[in-house]
């Protein structure tokens, strides 16, 4: 009742002045919008995702559904994307494996964003000991290689499971090695902003700790996070996608990109089946490009001083 | 004699120093040393010093942002210093603070109405439509435009946004207000409005404020009573008038000779201090000017001087007045 009160009031308010107050959030859409690269990259991103989610209305088959009549078969009618060695419609394995390639995407860059922002955030605020203790630990993480790491943890872990719970195993190995430098920049971020002062007027106004915290810190440090989310998911899409093709990642017959593009391997398959491994290498390429520019086009849109 | 709304005592506050991997305790900057001073009802009490003498930290440490190291504070006889959280929550009510930058003094990612209303919802003061107006009034008051409650900082000039940082901390209704260097970095046009302002509101709201600026002719125009730190130490308070008209410490003195004036004609004696301000984690023995006063002699780098009262309400630090 009450809110609905002030809202009434704010819009009366607006009336009165007909000059449009604009937001932060707005300021960022409006520059956003100019770019046209990064519009580019949204729309491609967006038809990716689409496809991706509506996977059984595009194509008739499953992706598993094996036809031996119909094996190695060149792009037809039929398959838009020829067949593959046990006769699985190829298209079809590609929309479906791209389900898993961007899904692992978004949840082990969810996952290196809360590792990321969260161990990052207690360092900042907190400094001291504990800011010490957790900038070792995250240098610690960032030194070793990620690629022999990966595969070491892959191989280890993931040895006798399930096709399926593999690809899980995939998601939080990327997760919990790419964390560490984005903990560094929210870090730093929260020890700048702790001493402005609006966070001593906030103090000296009686607001407790957490409101602090979630009123005042991380709405601004927010712009970075997504930002770092954005260009995590495509690294983790490059990661999923190198492991798979090692055979380290998600095993098939669970299709992602990276296993598709396995088929390159074989050089008999390399020069005369291109169909194999052309389409999921530029699926690949479509998604991370996309994803990046995305990111840099927020990263220019939210940095106030970028104001071209 | 009625008792001080404010009244400091032997204040403290030092920064230690870390160093190495294991972070040892290697020392203190010593930032306030033995600030006293009283701060009656509705009156202004400038502070003025070099940087780094410990001015904003005194007026920090007063309302709790900084944890004092030793002292005495008592607001209205509460015991500021020991408060627990919920007296403390009471006396943010009546203690508020301005600040020097008008930058990074306004969250940008909320409105103005939001930031001066932020403190009214916390401690429960108003509700609803009776909020929205004591926003409007705050602000009004403080001499912005009822529609400028939906916009937000990056919308307003430096001036402006000085006005937003007084409106914040006047919501609450307070009594006293640290003003912590408000204009130093405003145009001279906008610093004589937002002093003007400051002076209209204390006689309006019945205010008093401790008034912290480097910039002497600023303190002499809004202040009752001015106190000069050099160091961590107050060496000088007194009536302004006397305090500008006859000042005992040489350090006074030489900061007084080195207010510019508007007359190129004007022939002037400025006392120019050699050297550099010492150090607050290593400061010099007895009296801590003794290193650049011009009139300095053995007994100065000894013994300290003591804070006395040398004419009526003017307390000096200094061996050599009567000499």
């Known amino acids: 009742m009450d809110t609905k009160v002030i809202v009434e009031e704010s819009q009366e308010l607006q009336n009165i002045t007909k000059e449009e107050s604009v937001g932060p959030w707005k300021m960022v859409w409006l520059r956003f919008k100019k770019k046209k690269i990064a519009l580019t990259g949204v729309i491609i991103l967006i038809i990716l995702v689409l496809s991706a989610v509506f996977a059984p209305f595009l194509t008739p088959y499953s992706p598993d559904e094996m036809n031996f009549s119909n094996v190695n078969a060149a792009p037809s009618r039929q398959n838009w994307m020829g067949t593959d060695n046990l006769g699985r419609d190829y298209f079809t394995r590609l929309l479906y494996g791209g389900r898993v390639s961007l899904m692992v995407g978004v949840i082990s860059a969810f996952i290196s964003v809360t590792l990321g922002s969260t161990i990052g955030g207690i360092a900042g605020f907190f400094g001291g000991r504990v800011d010490n203790i957790l900038m070792r630990f995250a240098e610690i993480v960032m030194s070793f290689p990620f690629l022999p790491l990966a595969i070491t943890i892959s191989a280890v872990v993931g040895a006798n499971v399930a096709p399926e719970t593999k690809m899980y195993i995939v998601m939080m190995i990327i997760g919990c090695l790419s964390w560490p430098g984005l903990s560094r920049i929210v870090r730093g971020q929260i020890l700048s902003l702790k001493e402005q002062e609006f966070v001593l007027a906030a103090k000296a106004l009686g607001i407790p700790n957490y409101k602090i915290i979630l009123k005042h810190l991380i709405p601004n440090t927010i712009g970075y996070i997504i930002v770092s989310a954005a260009l995590s998911m495509a690294n983790a899409i490059m990661a999923e996608s190198g492991l798979s093709f090692l055979g380290l990642g998600v095993v098939p017959p669970t299709p992602t990109w990276g296993n598709m593009v396995q088929h390159a391997r074989n050089l008999h398959v390399l020069r005369t089946r291109p169909w194999l491994w052309i389409p999921p290498g530029v699926a690949i390429l479509l998604a991370v490009m996309s994803i990046n520019l995305l990111g840099d086009g927020l990263r220019d849109a939210i940095d106030p001083k970028s104001n071209n | 004699m009625t008792t001080p709304l404010l009244e400091v005592k032997n204040l403290k506050k030092y920064f230690p120093i870390h160093k190495g991997f294991l972070r040892r305790h290697v020392g203190d900057v010593k930032a306030v040393e033995n600030v006293s001073f009283i701060l009656k ?19 920090r440490t007063l309302l709790r942002l900084v944890e004092a190291t030793a002292g005495e504070v008592k607001y209205n006889g509460i015991d500021v210093l020991n408060a627990k959280a919920n007296d403390l929550r009471k006396l943010r009510r009546e203690m508020q603070i301005i600040f020097q930058d008008p930058y990074s003094s306004l969250n940008p990612r909320i409105t103005i109405g939001e930031a001066v209303g932020e403190a009214l919802r916390e401690h429960n003061l108003y509700k609803g439509a009776a909020l929205k107006e004591r926003i409007q009034e705050v602000i009004e008051i403080c001499g912005l435009a009822d529609y400028h409650v939906n916009r937000y900082p990056h919308e307003f000039s430096g001036g402006q946004r000085q006005r937003i940082g007084i409106a914040r901390a006047l919501a609450l209704d307070p009594s006293f207000i640290v003003a912590d260097e408000p204009v130093s970095a405003l145009d001279v046009s906008i610093q004589a409005q937002i002093i003007n302002l400051m002076m209209d509101l204390q006689e309006q709201l019945g205010l008093s404020y401790l008034f912290i600026s480097h910039d002497l002719s600023v303190v002499k125009h809004i202040s009752d009573r001015v106190g000069v730190m050099y160091l961590g130490d107050i060496v000088e308070l007194a009536n302004k008038n006397d305090l500008y008209d006859t000042p005992l410490h040489p350090y006074t003195k030489a900061l007084l000779s080195a207010i510019p004036v508007p007359d190129p004609k004007m022939k002037r004696n400025i006392i120019i201090l050699k050297g550099d301000i010492p150090s607050p984690s290593n400061p ?11 009139i300095a002699q053995d007994i100065c780098k000894e013994e300290a001087p003591e804070f006395k009262e040398y004419a009526k309400q003017h307390f000096a630090a200094c061996h050599l007045i009567d000499k």
């Open chain 2, 41 to 59: 009802a509705g009156e202004t009490l400038g502070l003025v010093g070099e940087s780094g003498c410990g001015k904003s930290t005194t007026g």
């Open chain 2, 284 to 294: 010099p023995s007895g009296c801590k000017f003794h290193t650049r006063c011009p």
